[in-house]
């Protein structure tokens, strides 16, 4: 149990927070439990690593180089996207 006193004290700083940073008030304040992403680059990843066999024994090392740069650029578009979406709440 808080003491009065302690209460107003916590209630300012909470108020200076959500006039501060509206967007983390609002996911501090959130009571649901926020829901965990598909794990799109774990699966990416696994996918590459299970291809490259196959790639390199029937299209040669080109296709592996291909498919790394292409999962690269996939990746960070996730990631991205991941980071740019969480700001715009």
């Known amino acids: ?40 680059v774990s699966m990416l990843c696994v996918g590459t690593f299970l291809s490259i066999p196959f790639l390199a024994l029937f299209l040669g090392p080109r296709a592996v180089l291909i498919l790394l740069t292409v999962t690269a650029v996939l990746v960070m578009t996730v990631l991205l996207s991941r980071s740019f979406g969480v700001d715009r709440r």
């Open 1 to 40: 149990m808080l003491e009065e006193k302690d209460r107003r004290v916590l209630a300012d700083i909470e108020q200076h927070l959500s006039a501060g940073d509206p967007a983390f008030a609002r996911r501090m304040r959130a009571d649901a439990v926020p829901a965990c992403p598909f794990p799109t």
